[in-house]
Nanobody, 115 residues
Framework: QVQLVESGGGLVQAGGSLRLSCAASGSIFSINAMGWYRRAPGKQRDMLATIGNTGLTNYADSVKGRFAISRDNARITVYLQMNSLKPEDTAVYYC?????????WGQGTQVTVSS
């Protein structure tokens, strides 16, 4: 089992930046890749960015060029740097770890962008 804890959410004005962190613990060597998702009020959870064990990244078109996913060398913490934030980025942001046993999820962290 992998446990994930997100942090770094909060309230920010439009145009501002935030950096989210996701700390992994437990069976971290079972993690194949990690990702960030978000769920806006009344909407489904959408993938934003993923990073594989080789460092290969993938982004949703909605955040490409504004958000950047990265991780530390020990692959224990994954980050999401969010720039040029917009009110429509307001959502609960979730960290995910892809393992052979399935996808593990964090509890989420709220990001609110005011206009």
């Amino acid at each position: 089992q992998v446990q994930l804890v997100e942090s770094g959410g909060g309230l920010v004005q439009a145009g501002g930046s935030l950096r989210l962190s996701c700390a992994a613990s437990g069976s971290i060597f079972s993690i194949n890749a990690m990702g960030w998702y978000r769920r806006a009020p009344g909407k489904q959870r959408d993938m934003l960015a993923t990073i594989g064990n080789t460092g290969l990244t993938n982004y949703a078109d909605s955040v490409k060029g504004r958000f950047a996913i990265s991780r530390d060398n020990a692959r224990i913490t994954v980050y999401l740097q969010m720039n040029s934030l917009k009110p429509e980025d307001t959502a609960v942001y979730y960290c995910a770890a892809y393992t052979p046993a399935g996808t593990q999820w964090g509890q989420g962290t709220q990001v609110t962008v005011s206009s």
